[in-house]
């Protein structure tokens, strides 16, 4: 019996991995996987980058919606989601397509994970009460005396994420990094192919500009508001959600239109800066540059699985 394949579309954001798959799943008649940890969210649209309605009703698409805000995804939970998707959609004698820029989901989809690292509700509730106190930006200078790697690739503002390092470190004596470097079991089984959607620094940044402006001209604050009213408003917050931050503040009055669209340009970049370090020092792939189009980016995708 051969190898199932796996086939996974990553890279920074805004680097067109969604339009890339898109093309990629219907050539393959396959189908397409999140991996990214905003798009879990079935409430988040507009600022996400998903593929629209349109697009997920014309194949299947699985995990987009798979979680509430509020609900805590992590690497674990998303091996085991994917695993089960996978597993199904290889019965079905289909391809599946993983798609995202969330670098440690995709490698605990690939390599798995030896083990959970711990919990502890009552230090976790001592961190957070320091994070009120002190603010993200000291918990992440602390971090980056216990756990250099994960400090590197976390925003000094990312509140959940670096209580949650802390936390693991303290109760276990070992790092964050440490428990995702350990090698475990593959959670999604098969021949993976992999695929990084890369762009210069100038480029990339021209095309985040440009999300950022459609985002706000599309719906963003509107959505915003809406969740906002919803009841949705304080688990959106605790998100740290790029753009949907910046909504939130304009909603409330601290910024104007542009200083939300600057705000979120510039965290965008950041976060595609570490990205792109992620990827390049972290996950073995085939490295295509995403100035060429669309539809070359998917032929040249489609004739690399060929051979």
Do not use: N
């Not at 997920?56 to 805000?69: C, I, K, N, V």
């Not at 290889?90 to 959970?116: C, I, K, M, Q, T």
């Amino acid at each position: 019996m051969s190898t199932p394949l796996v086939v996974a579309i990553v890279g920074a954001t805004a680097t067109g991995k969604t339009a890339v798959a898109e093309i990629v799943a219907g050539a393959l008649d396959g189908e397409v996987v999140c991996a990214d940890s905003r798009q879990v969210f079935r409430e988040l649209e507009i600022g996400t980058g998903k593929p629209d309605p349109a697009q997920r009703a014309g194949r299947p698409h699985h995990l987009f919606d798979a979680l509430g805000l509020g609900e805590r995804p992590s690497a674990g939970w998303y091996a085991r989601a994917a695993a089960a998707r996978c597993a199904a959609i290889h019965e079905r004698g289909a391809v599946p397509l993983l798609v995202g820029g969330s670098g440690l989901w995709l490698r605990a989809a690939r390599d798995g994970l030896s083990g959970e690292p711990p919990h502890d509700a009552a230090l976790r509730a001592r961190l957070r009460e320091r994070l009120e106190r002190e603010g993200p930006e000291s918990l992440h200078a602390s971090l980056a005396k216990v756990d250099p790697a994960t400090a590197a690739r976390l925003s000094p503002r990312d509140r959940q994420r670096i209580t949650r390092a802390l936390e693991v470190h303290a109760a276990s004596g070992r790092a964050l990094s440490w428990w995702h470097d350990r090698a475990g079991t593959p959670a999604v089984a098969g021949e993976w192919r992999t695929f990084e959607l890369t762009l210069d620094t100038g480029a990339l940044d021209q095309r985040i500009a440009r999300r950022t402006r459609w985002m706000f001209d599309s719906g963003l604050i509107e959505e915003t508001r809406a969740l906002v009213a919803s009841g949705h408003g304080r688990a959106l917050r605790d998100l740290r959600a790029v753009g949907y931050d910046e909504a939130l503040d304009l909603l409330a009055g601290r910024l104007a239109r542009d200083e939300a669209e600057t705000h979120t340009t510039l965290r965008t970049r950041r976060l595609a800066k570490r990205q792109r370090t992620w990827f390049r020092h972290q996950m073995e792939s085939v490295r295509l540059d995403a100035d060429v189009g669309q539809a070359a980016l998917a032929r040249a995708i489609l004739d690399r699985l060929a051979h």
